[in-house]
């Protein structure tokens, strides 16, 4: 468990076991696993996530999808180039706040950080992958840019959290 206190409002993050024991990886632990019906809303698309986590008000997110894609470690740097090139083809007007590829727990993790229009605000998005079982593993960590102050460096806590197993 760990807890990240900004102002008056305190985040604990415990570690959870997902696709049936694979990865770890650490999520506030207010979050529940999203309703379908707000699945369906929030994600309208065929290729929804495998699992999301989210807050009371749908706002903050922590979703993970294990693809049918082929991945390895020698390929991180050709998804992250090849998403980079996607974004930025979806959301010309997106905001990049980074992108890279860390170590995390032994594992090459490429990520991507960039704010994107929504319908009514824009969204942060820290995407982050690495595979799993010659799989690729997309994680999202998504929150309106109202929270992004706050909950940016509890994205990335997440991300540096996970593991495969």
């Known amino acids: 468990m760990l807890s990240i206190s900004f102002g008056q409002t305190s985040i604990k993050l415990k570690t959870k076991s ?17 309703s379908e019906e707000m699945l369906k809303l929030k994600y309208p698309s065929a290729n929804r996530p495998t699992i999301v986590y989210t807050n009371e008000s749908g706002s903050i997110n922590v979703a993970l999808n294990l693809t049918t894609s082929s991945a390895s470690q020698e390929l991180i740097p050709q998804f ?40 009514d605000t824009e969204v942060y998005n820290l995407i982050f992958f690495t595979d799993v079982n010659s799989q690729l593993l997309l994680c999202t960590f998504n929150c309106t840019v109202q929270y992004l102050e706050e909950w940016q460096s509890i994205g990335h806590e997440i991300m540096n959290s996970l593991k495969v197993k």
Do not use: C, H, R
């Open 18 to 34: 997902l696709l049936d024991d694979l990865v770890e990886i650490m999520i506030p632990e207010d979050f529940k696993i999203m």
């Open 80 to 119: 992250k180039e090849a998403l980079q090139n996607t974004f930025k083809q979806v959301y010309p007007s997106a905001k990049w706040k980074g992108n890279g590829i860390n170590t995390i727990n032994d594992k090459k993790v490429g990520y991507l950080e960039l704010v994107t229009p929504a319908i």
